[in-house]
């Protein structure tokens, strides 16, 4: 396998509630296993892949506010949350297998590796999966936004947001059983209908570094490697 593919770079962004599997919260054995089989299957396939973790599993920092601590405190616990998981997602990886690199922007001496982009792409480069933890680092700014910087970042060829729902639609498939999906749109069409894909950073920072992003349902088995291959789910682009 030629590894040197940048062409083959994938970004995956996966919430923490994700790791949490039917609780929301904490972190399900069984579902670090699947998602570590699954991302195995990407590498087989010849991709490198770095991943991005939320840690709304663990901690909300911006819940804390209402027992009186504040948004920047909040937010920097918060980022400690997303290395736990790494950490967690790191270890599954390995027991199959799978070399693995956890970077943190949090400097932690001992615990990960600082996060620089370029040790990133050479790690992708030699075959390891990266996980990206930590946030940018920075309060104030989502995971979803830190996805899409990394992913700008590292030259990934398409970032993957994993979510419960098959695709972004025109409005919430939960309430309206009318709902129409798109198969592809544009960033500014996710702007001009308002649609709550992400947080209006993390749109505004794709569209202008024309990172493409495909939206997919993570609960359905195989769907990373499918989302991929298949193109499941639904495509953002500035040509959509």
Same mark, same amino acid.
């Given at each position: 396998?030629?590894?040197?593919?940048? !062409?083959?770079?994938?970004?995956?962004?996966?919430?923490?509630?994700?790791?949490?599997?039917?609780?929301?919260?904490?972190?399900?054995?069984?579902?670090?296993?699947?998602?570590?089989?699954?991302?195995?299957?990407?590498?087989?396939?010849?991709?490198?892949?770095?991943?991005?973790?939320?840690?709304?599993?663990l901690?909300?920092g911006?819940?804390?506010?209402?027992?009186?601590?504040?948004?920047?405190?909040?937010?920097?616990?918060?980022?400690?949350?997303?290395?736990?998981?790494?950490?967690?997602?790191?270890?599954?990886?390995?027991?199959?297998?799978?070399?693995?690199?956890?970077?943190?922007?949090?400097?932690?001496?001992?615990?990960?590796?600082?996060?620089?982009?370029?040790?990133a792409?050479?790690?992708? !480069?030699?075959?390891?999966?990266?996980?990206?933890?930590?946030?940018?680092?920075?309060?104030?700014?989502?995971?979803?936004t830190?996805?899409?910087?990394?992913?700008?970042?590292?030259?990934?060829?398409?970032?993957?947001?994993?979510?419960?729902?098959?695709?972004?639609?025109?409005? !919430?498939?939960?309430?309206?059983?009318?709902?129409?999906?798109?198969?592809?749109?544009?960033?500014?069409?996710?702007?001009?209908?308002?649609?709550?894909?992400?947080?209006?950073?993390?749109?505004?920072?794709?569209?202008?570094? !024309?990172?493409?992003?495909?939206?997919?349902?993570?609960?359905?088995?195989n769907?990373?490697?499918?989302?991929l291959?298949?193109?499941?789910?639904?495509?953002?682009?500035?040509?959509a």
């Amino acid at each position: 396998m030629n590894k040197n593919k940048p !062409n083959r770079r994938v970004l995956l962004k996966l919430s923490g509630e994700v790791l949490g599997g039917n609780s929301k919260f904490g972190l399900d054995p069984s579902v670090l296993k699947r998602l570590a089989t699954e991302i195995q299957q990407v590498i087989n396939q010849g991709y490198q892949i770095a991943i991005v973790l939320g840690g709304g599993n663990l901690f909300r920092g911006h819940s804390l506010s209402s027992i009186g601590i504040e948004r920047v405190t909040g937010d920097q616990m918060g980022m400690l949350a997303t290395v736990m998981n790494g950490l967690a997602l790191c270890d599954a990886l390995k027991d199959i297998g799978v070399e693995t690199k956890v970077m943190s922007s949090v400097f932690i001496l001992g615990i990960t590796d600082f996060y620089n982009h370029h040790t990133a792409i050479d790690d992708l !480069n030699s075959g390891r999966v990266v996980i990206l933890t930590g946030g940018t680092g920075n309060p104030y700014f989502t995971t979803d936004t830190n996805a899409c910087l990394r992913g700008i970042e590292i030259k990934a060829n398409i970032m993957l947001k994993a979510t419960k729902v098959d695709g972004v639609y025109d409005k !919430n498939p939960d309430k309206y059983p009318d709902a129409k999906k798109f198969d592809k749109i544009s960033y500014n069409e996710i702007l001009d209908r308002q649609l709550g894909v992400m947080d209006l950073t993390a749109i505004c920072l794709s569209r202008d570094s !024309n990172l493409n992003i495909r939206v997919f349902n993570l609960n359905k088995p195989n769907n990373i490697l499918k989302a991929l291959v298949y193109e499941e789910g639904t495509l953002i682009s500035n040509s959509a």
